[in-house]
């Protein structure tokens, strides 16, 4: 059981490429969510998902895509990266209603 | 979902207990209290939750007041690897989102 895993750990992306973000989970959440960190500041909801074929947007959702074809895994596209975009990003699961558990993180620079 | 309010920072010395307030006033009566923390930009940690009655687990107790209104989180012998930013969260029974504010740091010393 490896939990929620976040791939890659860092990023260095120049303005205008794209990228995804992988977030897997092992413990057939139906929830998935993802979450950005700026600097000094706490997480902010960017999309989520409560199963597959089923997403919505949170807090931030602009500047970024996600599908859930699958029940473990939720992947975060950055169709044209900007350097506001730079931050931590991660990745949260759980059952419906219960306790979410966090993966640990990507670092993304966009230059 | 409602607000909360923690102070920005706290020290406790090792060994001792850390006791981390939070206030959520306006907190309905399905909502959860749930207590996170990061430690060094760490992906945040699960600690633990309660609605109405005390919680105690392996980490942590959780006193939640009878009107609900605050709680309090208790790490009974805090040790330097308790050194972490704590967020006190409330949450809705139907709501999935976490809301985050700016947490407290505690900061524990040698």
């Known amino acids: 059981n490896a939990g929620v895993t976040q791939t890659p750990k860092f990023q260095v992306l120049k303005t205008g490429q794209s990228m995804t973000l992988q977030c897997a989970q092992d413990?057939?959440?139906?929830?998935m969510s993802w979450y950005r960190q700026d600097p000094g500041m706490g997480l902010r909801l960017i999309h989520y998902?409560?199963?597959?074929?089923?997403?919505d947007q949170g807090e931030v959702p602009n500047g970024y895509n996600v599908s859930r074809s699958t029940t473990e895994d939720f992947p975060l596209r950055l169709l044209s990266a900007a350097p506001s975009q730079t931050s931590v990003y991660f990745c949260?699961?759980?059952?419906?209603?219960?306790?979410?558990?966090f993966g640990p993180g990507t670092r993304l620079l966009v230059l | 979902d409602a607000k909360t309010t923690q102070p920005p920072s706290m020290d406790c010395a090792e060994g001792r207990a850390a006791n981390l307030p939070c206030n959520h006033s306006t907190i309905s009566g399905n909502e959860y209290v749930y207590w996170y923390r990061q430690i060094h930009s760490q992906g945040p940690q699960y600690i633990i939750h309660g609605l109405k009655n005390n919680e105690t687990n392996e980490m942590a107790s959780l006193i939640i007041t009878e009107d609900r209104k605050s709680s309090t989180l208790i790490l009974p012998h805090a040790t330097l690897r308790d050194t972490a930013v704590y967020y006190c969260i409330v949450r809705g029974g139907s709501n999935y989102k976490l809301t985050f504010g700016k947490g407290t740091l505690l900061t524990v010393n040698p």
């Open positions: 998902s409560v199963g597959a074929g089923i997403t």
């Open positions: 949260a699961s759980s059952h419906l209603q219960e306790t979410q558990y």
């Open positions: 413990m057939n959440h139906e929830y």
